[in-house]
């Protein structure tokens, strides 16, 4: 089925930057809206096969490079921060705006499907409990509960007061990411944690708007994002109508080698919501990008087809 690709601009919630958008049409009637928001220091370009498949499949495919990222970003200085305070809210907010704006302008009576992958996994679990009400909610390569986010805080809090909240921090970044190649050390590349597949790691450490580390006050977004994403108050309020699928590779750090996503399943089904969970046997944090990509594909495609129970 042909595929129109078509760049959109949307004014992000923090009314300075516009938020650089690409949209997916299918040819003939769509089936649905199907919002893609991507993860920490990569782009929309990236999911550029997928979203093709997605759109060839009968679905209006969209998404945006955040605040800090990709086009979105008005210089390589301003990767990988989103804004002097509340960048946390700003990135959800961001997917309400350009998930209304799209919903406006291809069927806003269409079914709206959320997908939301690593980073974008904590704003879209945000976004759907603050700002948007999508019909299905796909929550890929996300984490449970980090019992170090106070600190963490506190620590960025502390640094941030002498180097400002731009700052790089190795510091910081060594605790946060330090740890993700530990179990692939044998394997000699810094991007092992993401894919099994080599040709994948290359493209990912040859992609200029890839990579890129983030600055003090991102970095201290990110933690709330993910604080706010695995509180009490979010598990217990997520709608119990709202079909939530759980897709990570289980041997993704970010997930704790899938411990942390079954911890949120558990605590999602204890609250009475309707989530099922899908961990691929051997695979890594981009499984977008691993061996598994077309099961991962064929497993949303069916997610999003089936009927409500």
């Not at 709202?242 to 993704?252: E, F, H, K, N, Q």
């Amino acid at each position: 089925m042909p595929v129109t690709k078509v760049e959109k601009k949307i004014l992000s919630a923090d009314k300075e930057h516009m938020l650089a958008g690409v949209v997916y049409l299918p040819e003939g009637k769509p089936k649905g809206l199907f919002h893609v928001v991507h993860g920490m220091s990569e782009h929309m370009g990236r999911y550029d096969d997928f979203m093709r498949k997605m759109a060839e499949e009968g679905y209006v495919c969209f998404g945006y490079d955040h605040l800090g990222h990709g086009k979105t970003a008005k210089d390589p200085g301003d990767f990988g921060y989103f804004a002097k305070k509340n960048g946390w809210l700003l990135l959800p907010m961001d997917v309400c705006n350009f998930g209304n704006a799209m919903r406006m302008e291809y069927g806003a009576d269409l079914p709206y499907y959320l997908m939301g992958h690593s980073m974008g996994s904590f704003v879209v679990r945000v976004a759907a409990f603050l700002y948007v009400d999508p019909d299905k909610l796909v929550i890929m390569g996300t984490g449970g509960p980090n019992p170090l986010t106070n600190l963490g805080l506190a620590l960025i809090g502390f640094v941030k007061f002498f180097k400002g909240d731009k700052y790089i921090s190795p510091l910081v970044q060594k605790l946060a990411f330090g740890s993700f190649n530990s179990h692939f050390k044998d394997e000699h590349s810094g991007s092992a944690w993401l894919t099994t597949t080599p040709e994948m790691r290359k493209k990912y450490e040859d992609d200029p708007y890839s990579g890129f580390k983030f600055t003090l006050s991102a970095m201290g977004d990110l933690l709330r994002l993910n604080k706010f994403a695995n509180c009490r108050k979010w598990f217990s309020g997520m709608r119990k109508d709202l079909p939530i699928l759980l897709v990570s590779g289980s041997d993704d750090p970010v997930g704790n080698y899938g411990n942390g996503v079954r911890a949120v399943y558990e605590k999602l089904k204890s609250a009475g919501a309707d989530v099922c969970m899908k961990l691929y046997d051997g695979c890594r944090h981009e499984i977008l990008n691993d061996r598994c990509a077309d099961e991962v594909i064929a497993d949303i495609k069916n997610f999003l087809q089936a009927e409500k129970a």
